[in-house]
């Protein structure tokens, strides 16, 4: 899924906005396709990759990403989190700047599985795929802060796709 009419639903009152919506963090650039094989755009996450099953990080791929980029990170924020801000599920910031993949299970230890509250309805769970000008360096696995203030300004290229999950 490319980033467009999606962008207006992201802001709900309760998490805030997502990293993807924010244009003066991101700017309004190319778009990248964002997509798994394991569910569609605004489809249910399968539950084996949510807390209440094995708890594996789902496929993910894109493809439309610059020539030009030096690298891809790749953040998921829960955008219904009853928080401040968006509760971040994962951060996978050592990627190549070119189309590829993640296959289901490969980043498991830096994902947190998708584990909404019960009855509170379905979360939305965007999978952001930036394209930046940069290879931006951390010491250690950054968290959501660190992250934002590095890519400001470098993202020439971003996509999404959003999954759903809820618990009764």
Request: glycine residues 10%; negative net charge; charged residues 20%.
């Amino acid at each position: 899924m490319t980033v467009g009419s999606d962008w207006a639903t992201m802001d709900n009152g309760r998490a805030g906005h997502v990293t993807i919506v924010d244009s003066e963090l991101t700017g309004v650039n190319a778009s990248i396709e964002v997509s798994s094989a394991a569910f569609g755009h605004n489809e249910p996450i399968p539950v084996q990759y949510t807390a209440d099953g094995e708890g594996l990080s789902p496929p993910l791929k894109w493809r439309g990403v610059p020539i030009n980029a030096e690298a891809v990170i790749v953040l998921v924020e829960d955008a219904d989190s009853p928080t401040l801000r968006p509760l971040v599920h994962a951060i996978i910031w050592d990627l190549p700047g070119s189309d590829a993949s993640l296959p289901e299970g490969a980043v498991s230890a830096l994902w947190l599985p998708p584990d909404p509250p019960p009855g509170k309805g379905a979360h939305r769970y965007i999978f952001q795929v930036f394209a930046l000008d940069i290879v931006p360096r951390f010491e250690s696995q950054p968290g959501r802060a660190e992250l934002l203030e590095k890519i400001r300004g470098h993202v020439i290229a971003k996509g999404l796709l959003i999954g759903t999950y809820q618990r009764g």
